[in-house]
């Protein structure tokens, strides 16, 4: 099945368009999912999280405060809730809250500023796009462009939404075989920082799946090894029993001073892809037309940070600049 997949993809490195081209376009909207697929990405990254009436829907998060004008909308301002998840206080309107009618009547917008180049002119819709409406968007962009265009979706607090009846596994693996992609060789990857949910999708899928790992913090579950440890040549391993690869934080990959670490290689030993993210605004000097100084200790210029981790070996790569991913594979 991972021959067939490479066929059906690439054999060269993937470029994932990190919630659409979200340094164009408001994330994780069907004009950013486009705009990425008009760049060439392979993939578009929707992050899932679920509605009251249990349909998954493309948010960052499940508190939709900072990504919809929902504050301004007066019929929902007794929506407002306190909550903890996943051991944080939030403040703020959840998607849990509203059914997915309601939520299809909000207008989705970006948090951060966004990048105004070529056709700066903001084109297509800005609402909150369901998982069905990403993959039909997926499935007619690749019978149109005669490229193989997938869908990389990550779980959102599987365990939180399992926790108040939302479960999310069971309901992403009917989407994909509702679309003829639940199975090893389709462009799908799924991926999440719970371990346990992981390991439910692959009782359910041939999906590949992917285990993210950040390099600060630790996961929300105690139980589960710390990314530390899962970094290792033994934790890698132990990943290799149910997931297809790793999304690893850049700065496990190409340390901030430039040094490359065993991650790629360890994860390659261990039979698994290496996905690193996100090649976004926050951590950079941009290139010529980019914002440029949010964070001048960073690492310099993207497209060349991108080029180093090729050089490095990762299989692919998360970033909000597809057309900058792209350019880079192309020229590698
Ligand atoms: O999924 C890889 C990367 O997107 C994880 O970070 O917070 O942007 O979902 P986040
Ligand atoms: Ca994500």
């Known amino acids: 099945p991972a021959i067939a997949k490479e066929a059906v993809i690439s054999s060269k490195p993937i470029i994932i368009a990190h919630r659409g081209a979200s340094g164009e376009r408001p994330e994780h909207t069907l004009a950013a999912y486009q705009r990425a697929i008009d760049q060439g990405a ?19 998060e499940n508190d939709i405060s900072g990504t919809t004008d929902v ?9 407002k809730r306190k ?4 051991g944080v206080d939030y403040k703020g309107w959840f998607t849990e809250d509203f059914t997915l009618a309601e939520l299809k009547t909000l207008r989705a917008k970006e948090r951060l500023p966004l990048l105004r180049r070529g056709n700066s002119k903001f084109d297509g819709q800005y609402d909150v796009p369901t998982l069905r409406e990403i993959i039909t968007l997926a499935k007619e962009a690749s019978a149109k462009t005669g490229r193989t265009i997938g869908i990389y979706p ?31 060789d389709a462009p799908v990857f ?7 949910n992981l390991k439910a999708l692959k009782q359910l899928t041939q999906v590949p799946l992917i285990q993210l790992m950040a390099a600060e913090g630790g996961p929300a579950d105690k139980a589960q090894p710390s990314y530390e440890a899962m970094a ?4 890698l391993k132990a990943i290799a029993t149910y997931a297809a690869g790793i999304g690893p934080q850049k700065d496990m990959v190409v340390a901030n001073d430039g040094t490359v670490t065993a991650l790629v290689a360890d994860a390659h030993a261990a039979g698994l892809k290496v996905h690193p ?6 951590n950079y000097f941009l290139p010529s037309g980019l914002r440029r100084g949010i964070n001048p200790a960073g690492h310099g210029d993207m497209a060349a940070e991108i080029a180093r981790f090729l050089d490095a070996g990762v299989d692919g790569l998360f970033t909000d600049y597809p057309y900058l991913g792209v350019e880079a594979r192309n020229r590698h």
């Not at 290792?232 to 934790?235: F, I, L």
């Open 190 to 196: 799924i991926q999440s920082f719970e371990v346990n």
């Open 42 to 60: 392979d993939f578009i990254e929707p992050d899932l999280v679920m509605t009251k009436d249990g349909q998954l829907v493309a948010r960052h």
């Open 154 to 184: 990550e779980t959102k607090h599987p365990s939180y939404f399992a926790s108040i009846g939302l479960p999310m596994e069971a309901l992403l693996v009917a989407e994909l075989k509702a679309a003829g992609w639940d199975r090893a």
């Open 232 to 235: 290792t040549p033994e934790g």
């Open 83 to 86: 909550k903890r998840i996943d």
């Open 277 to 282: 993210w996100t090649f976004r605004a926050e």
């Open 71 to 79: 504050a301004t909308r007066k019929e929902f301002a007794d929506r």
